[in-house]
């Protein structure tokens, strides 16, 4: 399968408030069916447990609804980890849904603003989060975004994002049309995983960014998880 550069619906200026934020209840819910969260909180686990650390700062790219940092502050808070999360979003209607959802969790703070241009000093964060983001733009463009945010970040960057697959395209096809009468969901989703790269494809941009050691895994369904040491 060949990688489409069509853009997806949230990527396109001007669509319907009422459409857009339907589609980010639709992710969540898929982020949460599909392990993402999951996905994520393992390499929580893994970096936390390995370095023993009771606090962390972290900094999450492209928090859509900001279902992601929900889950970190809940996990970190049973495990008595103190944690502080920027969430950063550049859409309006996503920043000020992902303002409703945090508004109880002081763990989480809510910033509007664009990931290739971040206002915070070199180190400001322990860890930078991009899930699934990257897929949205060019090799080149990932490449130099994540090394920006190696200049963020004083640990590592964690990246979670689909792999291009023809199962995992019809896969999602079939899950949101049945799931969901959301023009956009239903458009982005197997979208998404066209514009995805392969598990190889994904390794090559890491050497390509050449901003520290990684590892690299499979997570299921059809997803990479990968952890860049930059500190």
Known sequence: ?????????????????EVFEENLRDLALLNRYLRNHANVIGAFEYLIGTGNAKDFSLLDIGTGSADIPLNL??????RDVHVRIAALEYASVAAQQARERTRETAAIAVL??????????RNAFDYVLAS???????????????RT???????AIIVSDLVRHPLAYHGIRLL??????????????????????TQAEWRQIFHRANIGSFKLRRAFPFRILAIIEVG
């Open 73 to 78: 502050a809940s996990w970190a808070a049973a």
């Open 132 to 146: 699934q983001l990257l897929h949205h733009f060019t090799e080149d463009k990932i490449v130099a975004l994540l």
């Open 112 to 121: 509007r603003g664009d990931g290739a241009a971040l206002p915070f000093r």
């Open 1 to 17: 399968m060949k990688r489409s550069l069509d853009k997806e619906l949230m990527d396109v200026p001007g669509q319907p408030p």
């Open 176 to 197: 949101s049309c049945l799931c969901t009468r959301n023009v956009m969901t239903r458009t982005d989703a197997p979208l998404s995983v066209r514009r995805a790269f």
């Open 149 to 155: 945010w190696a200049q963020i970040a004083r640990r």
